[in-house]
């Protein structure tokens, strides 16, 4: 079985996000970088097929040359190889991003299933796994929140305004998780120790038009304060009376 | 302008999420709802044929009734049974041709965002996920307003393609009827499709999933790392159940395995909207407050008069909740 894993590297934002002074990005200085969450349990979930069926994951990401640190963070939990579309930063969006993965996927291939997060967390694209798909001509589904691969199927399941939704796909397949598939594994000291000494293999994608998608980010806002300052209702359990009568207030006591 | 609506249905009606998407569609222009599929998904069995089969997905009155007073003009029933991705996007491809659609919108769930994301691949045309805006510039643009990091950062974004393709961030329009609604005529509509739109169509198990009742509830009573660990939990669902609410968690107690991931509450979790989130040894980073922003009001219990939830709550509790929430337990029940 052979998987490959596409992800991206974001920013680690915490209590608020702080835009550049020239409304472009998120301003990073402050903060560490990370794979968005369902990427990680889509290598998680990669990870675990190849453990139970032999095989290979790949993890592939394009980004700046500094993304190669999110390989080896998936490296470390289990990944056996590393591919980055190595770009100069600048953000590039759902349609290239699509078509670079897809000339990346055909050139270290074939692969039996292709995993994408649902959305990357910074962006919220929610498309680049489809529009790969649609590609390679290859079946796709999105949200997934449970897998089972077995004798060349794929048995996929989500939920849908609060039922279960099942898919059964051919492989290959293109399929997107959502977090909560899987609780993803802490790296292990010998995990780290062979993907700090792992080669990552680079690859310039081809450019395309990444500026001339017909979707143009102008500037990022952060949205009208929304800060409250809340009122304080007092100290330790010396606040519970105060705290009483609120719920009170609010129509919520017994 | 024409603008093709998908709309999602909830039992007979139309789902409130896609009153939403109307509500942004009529901003925009002249609105042409479509609507798939049954209300149910299609039973396991062999696939209809490679044309789609009609059916059951007309349009009957109480949805029809909804539609038209948001502002819908038509409605189209697409004949196709069930739910398959690939299949609606192409029926939504071929309608918007036939109505020279000059938009198309979705409300901005699982489903919308998976049927434009198809929509996109099909035509090769952009797709702008997450609109919580859009106004017509000059040149035929559309001036767009996204959501980022759910709605934590917003995007300003000009959009040049025919159709705009978008979904819209429901928690960022309210659904308004329309001040002078008429009728909508209800028309029919048989895509053309070939295999490969059905080999994805999605069947329904009986069981339910989770995280329905914390998407709901009206009380929450959330925990952070602040709950220390995976035994400290038992006070907060005490507390939940006198107030008859249910316990959500912050991303840091799933990652860590103390509670399953459909209590979380957040970006990657589920977005509560309750009328009290009790948010205790939550320190409210922006994944979370993503979540929980719908709430009507937020107390804060917190060690920390610093952390960003003290800035986003309503009210606050300064203190340990291991000392303030048993307490509040046995005040709750003292007063019987």
New interface residues.
């Given amino acids: 079985m052979e998987v490959a894993v596409c992800v991206k590297r974001v920013p680690m934002?915490?209590?608020?996000?702080v835009?550049t002074a020239d409304g472009q990005d998120?301003d990073t200085r402050m903060s560490g970088f990370t794979v968005s969450?369902?990427e990680e349990c889509a290598v998680e979930e990669a990870v675990r097929l190849a453990e139970r069926d032999g095989g290979r994951v790949t993890v592939l990401t394009l980004g700046p040359a500094a993304a190669a640190d999110q390989l080896r963070d998936m490296l470390a939990i289990g990944a056996s190889r590393a591919v980055l579309l190595e770009t100069d930063g600048r953000e590039w969006?759902?349609?290239a991003t699509a078509a670079a993965i897809v000339d990346a996927l055909r050139a270290g291939g074939p692969y039996d299933l292709i995993l994408f997060g649902n959305?990357a967390?910074?962006?919220?694209?929610?498309?680049v796994?489809?529009?790969v798909?649609?590609?390679l001509?290859l079946?796709?589904?999105?949200?997934i929140k449970h897998l089972e691969v077995s004798g060349g199927r794929l048995r996929a399941?989500?939920?849908?305004?609060?039922?279960?939704?099942?898919?059964?796909?051919?492989l290959p397949a293109v399929v997107s998780v959502?977090?909560?598939i899987n609780?993803?594994r802490y790296p292990s000291l010998p995990g780290r120790l062979r993907a700090k000494r792992a080669a990552i293999e680079r690859i310039e994608p081809e450019r395309y038009p990444w500026h001339a998608?017909?979707?143009?980010?102008?500037?990022?806002?952060?949205?009208p304060a929304?800060?409250?300052?809340?009122?304080?209702?007092?100290?330790?359990?010396g606040?519970?009376?105060a705290?009483?009568a609120?719920?009170d207030d609010?129509?919520?006591?017994? | 302008m024409t603008v093709l609506c998908l709309v999602e249905r909830?039992g007979e009606h139309a789902?409130d999420v896609s009153l939403r998407a109307l509500t942004f569609a009529r901003s925009l222009g002249d609105v042409t709802a479509v609507t798939m599929g049954n209300a149910a998904?299609r039973p396991a069995g062999p696939p209809p044929g490679a044309t789609g089969a009609g059916g059951d997905a007309g349009v009957g009155p109480a949805l029809a009734a909804d539609v038209s007073a948001y502002g819908a003009a038509e409605v189209y029933a697409v004949g196709l049974d069930g739910?398959a991705?690939?299949a609606w996007a192409r029926a939504l491809a071929g309608l918007a041709g036939e109505v020279a659609a000059g938009a198309v919108v979705a409300a901005g769930t699982?489903?919308g965002?998976?049927v434009?994301?198809?929509l996109?691949?099909?035509t090769?045309?952009?797709?702008?996920?997450?609109c919580a805006s859009a106004r017509p510039g000059e040149d035929g643009t559309l001036r767009l307003v996204r959501?980022?990091?759910?709605?934590?950062?917003?995007?300003?974004?000009?959009?040049?393609?025919s159709p705009a393709l978008l979904?819209v961030a429901v928690d960022a329009v309210p659904a308004v009827p329309a001040e002078q609604p008429a009728p909508a005529a209800v028309r029919a509509y048989q895509p053309v499709l070939d295999e490969?739109d059905l080999?994805?169509?999605?069947?329904?198990?009986a069981?339910?999933?989770?995280?329905?009742s914390l998407a709901t509830a009206?009380?929450v009573v959330g925990g952070g790392r602040g709950v220390g660990g995976p035994d400290g939990f038992g006070v907060l669902e005490e507390l939940a159940g006198?107030?008859?609410?249910v316990v959500g968690v912050s991303?840091v107690v799933?990652?860590e395995?103390w509670r399953p991931?459909?209590q979380?509450v957040g970006?990657?979790?589920t977005r509560i909207s309750p009328?009290?989130y009790l948010a205790c040894g939550i320190?409210?980073?922006?994944?979370h407050m993503a979540g929980c922003?719908s709430s009507k009001?937020?107390?804060?219990v917190n060690t920390d008069?610093g952390?960003?939830i003290?800035?986003?709550?309503?009210?606050?509790?300064?203190?340990?909740l291991n000392?303030?929430l048993p307490?509040?337990v046995a005040?709750?029940r003292a007063?019987g």
Wanted: aromatic share 4%.
């Fill in positions: 934002v915490g209590g608020k996000i835009v998120v969450p369902h969006g759902p349609i959305e967390a910074d962006t919220g694209g929610f498309q796994g489809v529009r798909a649609h590609l001509g079946p796709c589904v999105t949200g399941g989500r939920e849908y305004r609060g039922t279960e939704e099942a898919y059964d796909l051919p959502k977090e909560g609780l993803p998608e017909g979707l143009r980010k102008e500037r990022l806002r952060v949205p929304q800060n409250k300052r809340a009122e304080i209702l007092g100290t330790g359990a606040a519970v009376p705290l009483v609120l719920l609010l129509g919520v006591l017994p | 909830d789902a998904t739910y991705p690939q699982d489903r965002h998976e434009l994301a198809h996109g691949a099909i090769g045309l952009p797709m702008a996920a997450n959501h980022r990091w759910a709605g934590s950062l917003l995007e300003d974004a000009v959009l040049e393609a979904t490969a080999l994805v169509s999605a069947t329904e198990s069981g339910r999933a989770g995280g329905a009206r009380v006198l107030l008859g609410g991303r799933t990652s395995g991931h459909q979380q970006q990657t979790g009328e009290l320190s409210g980073a922006i994944q922003l009001h937020i107390v804060a008069a952390a960003p003290i800035a986003r709550a309503d009210y606050a509790v300064i203190g340990d000392e303030v307490a509040l005040a709750i007063r």
